[in-house]
T-cell receptor
Framework: SAVISQKPSRDICQRGTSLTIQCQVD?????MFWYRQQPGQSLTLIAT?????????ESGFVIDKFPISRPNLTFSTLTVSNMSPEDSSIYLC????????????FGPGTRLTVL | QKEVEQNSGPLSVPEGAIASLNCTYS??????FFWYRQYSGKSPELIMS????GDKEDGRFTAQLNKASQYVSLLIRDSQPSDSATYLC???????????FGQGTTLQVKP
């Protein structure tokens, strides 16, 4: 499986600021996803990061709050904008290959605390 | 609304016992099914995938799939304290590449 890294691994931010999280993969992948895991909860898909085009957002998530870039097949960023304490979560990127397997592998995650 | 349901637990078993984790899903068109293990403070790690009805074994782990009943399970034989973690069931959403996760079952293996 691909080796996935995320930066930063954790951060503490002030209300109203923005944070950009980077996800880097050591090989080209078709699909990249961004998830949020709130404390004690399961994973919720934020969006699918599409290479060379706008991300596809899930219900409840909007581009103004979570802008995503994917300039190539190995890299993506997620920005959490105008943060509030409710945005305190773990943010995870995952990678996969579309098709019959649908297998996804996860990066180590970014633990975000908003004060 | 496509859903994946798991008992949140905690499920507590003694060391050496068989742990049985269960999952049901609502989308009959689902074709791919996964079990992830998540240790506290870590990201999910894929441990099993299954695509056809029946059993699939990998070491101490056995995944079972029954599409007619829309049911997936994970058996862990000879449970070890190191198996203590949250186990997430995930279901592929009709070849979109997306996964829908259950809320996870916390397993505690007591020495």
């Amino acid at each position: 499986s691909a080796v996935i890294s995320q930066k930063p691994s954790r951060d503490i931010c002030q209300r109203g600021t923005s944070l950009t999280i980077q996800c880097q993969v050591d090989s080209q992948v078709t699909m990249m996803f961004w998830y949020r895991q709130q404390p004690g909860q399961s994973l919720t898909l934020i969006a699918t990061a599409n290479q060379g085009s706008e991300a596809t957002y899930e219900s409840g998530f909007v581009i103004d709050k979570f802008p995503i870039s994917r300039p190539n097949l190995t890299f993506s960023t997620l920005t959490v904008s105008n943060m509030s304490p409710e945005d305190s979560s773990i943010y995870l990127c995952s990678v996969g290959e579309a098709g019959v397997t649908d297998t996804q592998y996860f990066g180590p995650g970014t633990r975000l605390t908003v004060l | 609304q496509k859903e994946v349901e798991q008992n949140s637990g905690p499920l507590s078993v003694p060391e050496g016992a068989i742990a049985s984790l269960n999952c049901t899903y609502s989308d009959r068109g689902s074709q791919s099914f996964f079990w992830y293990r998540q240790y506290s403070g870590k990201s999910p790690e894929l441990i099993m995938s299954i695509y056809s009805n029946g059993d699939k074994e990998d070491g101490r782990f056995t995944a079972q799939l029954n599409k007619a009943s829309q049911y997936v399970s994970l058996l862990i034989r000879d449970s070890q304290p190191s198996d203590s973690a949250t186990y997430l069931c995930a279901v592929g959403s009709s070849n979109t590449g997306k996964l829908i996760f259950g809320q996870g079952t916390t397993l505690q293996v007591k020495p």
